[in-house]
Nanobody, 128 residues
Framework: QVQLQESGPGLMKPSQTLSLTCSIS??????????WSWIRQSPGKGLEWIGA???????TYSPSLGSRAAISRDTSKNHFTLQLSSVTPEDTAVYYCARARGNPYTIVGVDRTLYDYWGQGTQVTVSS
């Protein structure tokens, strides 16, 4: 059974760098042809795709975040990490990690049918 679990700080101050980790169990981050993704949902809005790292280590990002997002992985710990720099209150959201069965690149919205496993989500609030 594949399981994903997000972890990270719940409260951030503006201008700080957010760091979230997604721990994977039940499979290896390097197995198969998947994209391990970060997705968020702000209050009152739909899902927003942030970016992903493939099983080969290649990364892809939403252009809406510019260069603020960076995704990396630690294969020895079987987890991947999102770093989001210069956070603002607009980055307040529930952040999810998920596994996509194909390239999840999208500019608008999230195709839920691409994803077969999701974490439960972690709330991140940015406030001074």
């Amino acid at each position: 059974q594949v399981q994903l679990q997000e972890s990270g700080p719940g409260l951030m101050k503006p201008s700080q760098t957010l760091s979230l980790t997604c721990s994977i169990s039940g499979t290896s981050i390097t197995t198969g042809w998947y994209y391990w993704s970060w997705i968020r949902q702000s209050p009152g809005k739909g899902l927003e795709w942030i970016g992903a790292i493939g099983t080969t280590g290649v990364t892809t990002y939403s252009p809406s975040l510019g260069s603020r997002a960076a995704i990396s992985r630690d294969t020895s710990k079987n987890h991947f990490t999102l770093q989001l720099s210069s956070v603002t209150p607009e980055d307040t959201a529930v952040y999810y990690c998920a596994r996509a069965r194909g390239n999840p690149y999208t500019i608008v919205g999230v195709d839920r049918t691409l994803y077969d496993y999701w974490g439960q989500g972690t709330q991140v609030t940015v406030s001074s």
